[in-house]
């Protein structure tokens, strides 16, 4: 039998014992699953390359290679660093990092501070909402590999943040926490019914025997609720240790075990009560914490990647010879001519070379109108061309272009640590490192003081049990929670729940021109006809055509004229940047504006400072419409009220400044920006922020898109763009005015239920905690407390209503 390489370790075995497939007719042979799976996981990334740089030598094979761990070597791979790692102007490598693994913010904690200390790394931070990092590095001191493994080595896995593999990610690890959930409820469920017999018997007396069957009943049900629900808080306090780091895991774990451990003394030495029901309310209680948290995390695709999305990835490019080939974007040089037809994006930014045409650029300007555009003008990537055959010569490469650096820009803001969590590091720290002092004080205390080790350690028990945070982590997770629930009544969807404090305590409204304070399309605001105006004919005429003025005509007359016949034209043309023609029965039609009159030998005297449509047939004018982008009703009156409740309310557009502070005097806004780009919108948003501003952003389109990325709160118009939606923290579904004011009402609302809350917590815990250390609460008393306690959140959270 003839010898065959393996095609990944290029080791030759007998092509008998080698695994085999097909692959586009070629025959491929491996030496073990190992290989096999090393070569699609390389295909999948695009790191072929790498057998390319390999030549003729040879690998271990992967079997044995995984196991040595060197599969940390294929983040240094080049092929690897060309998908995923961008190189910084200061020459540094920077990439983005999902961090798996993270529960907490004291994790995000730990990660950050082991990386900073790291040599060699720049910066390191870490979205809590994503578990998103950023990471910036110098390479000639520190290798990707080696960062990878310093994260592995604390407890926790990173890998290359993968759009495709997010939602995959995402949906396991909420199906983990479910799976312990349902069995820390189940455990939960039965063991109370267990513990009502058993508190039967401490006050009228229970013959051993049954109190030893009911005492085994309840530890095979606390068992599997410590060990395998509570897994999630024992990995979290030994890694937490492991680097020096007393964090809420440690509290949950360290109480829920020691009350395991001296229930099974006391089921076996038959000397005391046995508090197992303790150990599944501390984990299960906890544990629904975490799991609310989980659900509150922003899902699915990234905003970066609905950006990327949008963009085209190949363009028709002209060679030198006339031929014309699709190429990469990523392949697109500077100098290439690239052809662009009506309908399509221009996917890098350059110069127009040959033809004339009306691009759109509101994704870039917010420029509700179209704009001309003729030879040696510039055009911008992610514009769109309307009406024309284009072709225009690339400038810059993708990666310099102008979306491309709009999503860097997003991409900074996103990864931006928002400071209340900074202050959830500090105080969870904090708070577990005291209940734990107090713990040890009153244990040797108490032992000092009776003798007892018993006595002691369930007074110590007692301590942590009646402290454990359930009231104090459930506090704002419940009252944001049903606050969400009430605003989803009202058509408002907080993708984050923390945001609604954040935006209880905003004191500053940016909000975005066209498609926020206006309806985002040119609307007919009156019409002059003439006796040979045909509203059928001219409903075929504008319906022939893409233009946003065209449909504006069309949805007026669909409005106002019933049953209009259908209308057959013929010589349809469509005339650059002016209109339409087009024959009817021998007549001749026309729409567009001026320019289209003018050239027809049409004369045309209306004046109008909106834009101007006009209907000739047969050379005289038929019909004269004006539009313009009409203010969203209710608009001035929210803008009324949240003036009232001490919001101050900004414009920040793109729009030419006169229509800008036209509109704006409408609606009662006093602070007019105009004429901005994203950038310089995020920069206004920046400026606010460093007055001491916090400020929330309302915006429809992807040039808001790093505006509100900046902004403390983003909120987003239901109608708008979806890199808008996905980048915000609040859609208004309804897409109406009035709910701008309702998310402010029920931010309001939810963040005095969540002081009232964390107060009654914080009092709970100043008054049961000194009674646990006096020893007038047993272990018991403690869990049912931490109970009643965690109810009373919930109960005070259900009162959120939206007052009106």
């Excluded at 019914?193 to 018997?201: E, H, K, M, T, V």
Aim: aromatic share 8%.
């Amino acid at each position: 039998m003839a010898r065959v390489p393996c095609t990944h370790c290029h080791l030759e075995f007998d092509e008998s014992v080698m695994i085999t497939e097909e692959e586009k007719g070629k025959k491929l042979h491996f030496c073990c699953r190992g290989c096999q799976g090393v070569y699609h996981l390389l295909k999948e990334e695009g790191l072929e390359s790498f057998y390319d740089k390999l030549g003729n030598q040879t690998l271990e094979p992967a079997e044995t290679a995984l196991k040595k761990g060197e599969e940390l070597a294929r983040f240094d791979l080049e092929g690897f660093h060309k998908k995923y790692v961008r190189t910084t102007p200061e020459g540094f490598n920077e990439i983005h990092l999902i961090i798996e693994g993270i529960h907490c913010s004291a994790c995000v904690w730990l990660n950050e501070k082991v990386l900073h200390q790291t040599p060699g790394i720049i910066e390191a931070t870490i979205n809590y909402s994503n578990n998103k990092a950023k990471v910036v590095w110098d390479p000639e001191q520190i290798k990707l590999s080696q960062i990878i493994e310093t994260i592995r080595n604390i407890g926790y896995n990173a890998y290359p943040y993968d759009p495709a593999l997010q939602e995959e990610r995402a949906v396991k690890t909420r199906n983990d926490y479910y799976s312990r959930i349902l069995v820390g409820v189940f455990a939960t469920m039965n063991i109370m019914w267990i513990a009502i017999a058993q508190y039967a018997g401490y006050f009228t007396g229970m013959e051993q025997g049954h109190k030893n069957i009911l005492n085994i009943a309840e530890f095979i049900l606390a068992t599997p609720t410590l060990f395998y629900s509570g897994w999630i808080f024992f990995r979290g306090a030994w890694y937490g240790l492991k680097n020096r780091l007393i964090n809420m895991d440690v509290l949950v774990a360290t109480g829920a075990t020691l009350a395991y451990l001296y229930s099974i003394y006391a089921m076996i030495t038959h000397k005391g009560e046995v508090y197992f029901d303790s150990v599944t309310m501390i984990i299960t209680f906890v544990l629904v914490g975490k799991y609310l948290e989980v659900l509150s995390k922003k899902q699915a695709a990234d905003t970066l990647d609905r950006i990327i999305g949008s963009m085209p990835t190949e363009a028709m490019v002209v060679k030198a010879d006339g031929s014309k080939a699709l190429v990469s974007v990523e392949n697109i040089e500077i100098g290439d001519l690239i052809e662009l037809k009506p309908g399509e994006k221009v996917a890098v930014d350059g110069i127009l070379r040959s033809g004339k045409a009306l691009f759109d650029e509101s994704s870039l300007t917010g420029e509700s109108e179209p704009v001309f555009k003729e030879p040696g003008d510039e055009i911008l990537s992610g514009t769109i061309c309307l009406d024309s055959v284009v072709r225009y010569e690339a400038t810059k490469r993708a990666g310099d272009s102008l979306l491309s650096q709009i999503t860097e820009l997003l991409s900074d803001a996103v990864t931006k640590k928002p400071r209340i969590e900074q202050l959830a590091n500090v105080v969870s720290g904090y708070f577990s490192v005291a209940i734990l002092s107090i713990a040890l004080l009153t244990f040797a205390g108490w032992y000092w003081h009776s003798g007892s080790f018993e006595t002691a350690l369930i007074v110590a028990i007692s301590v942590i049990v009646i402290a454990c945070p359930c009231a104090l982590g459930l506090a704002t997770p419940m009252a944001t929670l049903v606050g969400i629930g009430r605003a989803a009544k009202e058509g408002i969807l907080f993708k984050e729940a923390a945001q609604l404090e954040t935006m209880a305590k905003s004191d500053l409204l940016a909000l975005d021109k066209t498609g926020t304070i206006t309806e985002g399309r040119p609307s007919v605001l009156s019409i002059k006809t003439y006796e040979s105006f045909d509203p059928a004919e001219l409903l075929a005429l504008v319906h022939s055509s893409n233009h946003p003025v065209s449909r504006g005509i069309e949805r007026y007359l669909l409005e106002h004229y019933e049953n209009l016949a259908e209308i057959k034209l013929s010589e349809l043309k469509s005339i650059e940047a002016k209109g339409v023609t087009a024959l009817c029965d021998g007549k001749k039609l026309a729409g567009g504006n001026r320019e289209l009159m003018q050239s027809l030998g049409i004369a045309c005297d209306f004046e109008s400072e909106h834009t101007l449509f006009v209907y000739a047939v047969d050379g005289k004018i038929a019909a004269e419409f004006e539009l313009r982008d009409r203010i969203r009703p209710g608009i001035r009156e929210v803008i009324t009220h949240l003036k009232a409740m001490g919001i101050w309310v900004v414009m920040l557009t793109g729009d030419h400044e006169a229509s800008a502070k036209k509109v704006a005097e409408e609606v009662g806004i006093e602070e007019v920006h105009a004429r901005l780009l994203p950038q310089e919108k995020a920069e206004k948003i920046q400026g606010y922020h460093e007055e001491g501003h916090i400020v929330v952003m309302a915006g429809d389109g992807i040039n808001d898109a790093v505006a509100l990325a900046s902004s403390d709160i983003a909120i987003a118009m239901g109608s708008g763009a979806d890199v808008a939606i996905e980048v915000s923290d609040v859609v208004l579904l309804e897409d109406k005015p009035e709910s701008l004011l309702a998310a402010y009402r029920i931010g309001r609302q939810t963040f005095r239920t969540v002081k009232q809350n964390l107060g009654f917590s914080l009092l709970y815990n100043l008054v049961a905690v000194p009674l646990a250390v006096l020893g007038f609460v047993n272990p018991l008393v403690a869990a049912l407390s931490m109970s009643l306690s965690s109810l009373f959140v919930v109960g005070n959270s259900t009162r959120i209503k939206l007052k009106k």
